[in-house]
């Protein structure tokens, strides 16, 4: 068990709808990663955010967004879905500093129908 | 921007032979390194890191890397492999206040 809780586990939903990804960081960890992993892309970083900012961004579409709330949790709002938004995301969380190892979850799987 | 590369897609081996998967990176700068598996319906979970030090690190599950800075690579290793190793492995490379890269993963299917 990693520490970091993802919700739900699985989302099943239809093109243009809007979805909304859970992720509690591991107790103490200020870091929380979102990473996008399909068959065809491989894992691709989304967006990183540190005690509530914003700290990095990668390939997110701006059809994505994220916020990390004052408990440390984080979301990922996922709109406008399109087929090829189906992938697994993945939330993980690290302790501060690049030498700190990323800690994931077990991922949602999103299906786009 | 650093890169990372796993060669091998795919590494088919039998059951209690000895097994590596190479892991080659590019940076300017120098970099923290780390190898992640994979099993089935799971998320990522850390096997080992190379922060400094030993160039030979151990990890759990019987796997170990050695970090070789002239040749730039991260190959990791075990001994002899069992059935529950079946898994993507992937590496990471993570330059001092950069980002994360993964390589692109391979897939070790252990032959019994």
């Known amino acids: 068990d990693s520490g970091v809780t993802q919700t739900p586990k699985h989302l099943i939903t239809a093109t243009g709808q809007r979805v909304t990804l859970r992720c509690s960081p591991r107790s103490g960890d200020l870091s929380v990663y979102w990473y996008q992993q399909s068959l065809d892309q491989g894992l691709q970083f989304l967006i990183q955010?540190?005690?509530?900012?914003?700290?990095a961004k990668g390939n997110i579409l701006e059809r994505f967004s994220a916020q990390q709330f004052p408990d440390l949790h984080s979301e990922l709002n996922l709109s406008s879905l399109e087929l090829g938004d189906s992938a697994l995301y993945f939330c993980a969380s690290s302790a501060t500093g690049s030498n700190q190892p990323q800690h994931f979850g077990d991922g949602t799987r999103l299906s786009i129908l | 921007a650093q890169s990372v590369t796993q060669l091998d897609s795919q590494v088919p081996v039998f059951e209690e032979a000895p097994v590596e998967l190479r892991c080659n990176y590019s940076?300017?700068?120098?970099?923290?390194l780390f190898w992640y598996v994979q099993y089935p319906n799971q998320g990522l979970q850390l096997l080992l890191k190379?922060?400094?030090?030993?160039?030979l690190v151990k990890g759990i599950n019987g796997f170990e890397a050695e970090f070789n800075k002239s040749q730039t690579s991260f190959h990791l290793r075990k001994p002899s492999v069992h059935i529950s190793d079946t898994a993507e492995y992937f590496c990471?490379?993570?330059?001092?206040?950069?980002?994360?890269?993964f390589g692109t993963g391979t897939r070790l299917t252990i032959i019994p």
């Open positions: 990471a490379v993570r330059p001092k206040n950069e980002k994360l890269t």
């Open positions: 955010y540190y005690n509530g900012e914003e700290r």
């Open positions: 190379y922060l400094s030090g030993s160039t």
């Open positions: 940076s300017s700068v120098s970099v923290y």
